[in-house]
Nanobody, 123 residues
Framework: VQLQASGGGSVQAGGSLRLSCEAS????????IGWFRQAPGKEREGVSC????????IYGESVKGRFVISSDVAKKTVYLQMNSLKPADTAVYYC?????????????????WGQGTLVTVSS
């Protein structure tokens, strides 16, 4: 499986962006897919995860209420709608996936990784 992340860019604080993660491969409905981010000098942080197999969705505490994850199984694409963006959201965002994975603690989505997409939020 290959993951292709896109949608990053520069935006002012309070603005919105939508990231996409498109997967190759024959199946998608049995994958858990999520987003991580890493800012310069900081550890990688789990942002959001969706499990296509059971519908589980989780969010990191810092993005709850502002970000929304969704999945289009037919298009094999997961979206991350990011609203009310803050300068603290500036980071490289990575999508990751695992077949028969799980979202709990963002620990079950480590099998496949996409390239990063940079999100820059200015004040």
């Amino acid at each position: 499986v290959q993951l292709q992340a896109s949608g990053g860019g520069s935006v002012q604080a309070g603005g919105s962006l939508r990231l996409s993660c498109e997967a190759s491969g024959s199946t998608f409905d049995d994958y858990a897919i999520g987003w991580f981010r890493q800012a310069p000098g900081k550890e990688r942080e789990g942002v959001s995860c969706i499990n296509n197999a059971d519908g589980t969705i989780i969010y990191g505490e810092s993005v709850k209420g502002r970000f929304v994850i969704s999945s289009d199984v037919a298009k094999k694409t997961v979206y991350l709608q990011m609203n009310s963006l803050k300068p603290a959201d500036t980071a490289v965002y990575y999508c990751a996936a695992e077949r028969w994975g799980y979202c709990l603690g963002f620990a079950g989505i480590r099998e496949y990784w996409g390239q990063g997409t940079l999100v820059t939020v200015s004040s």
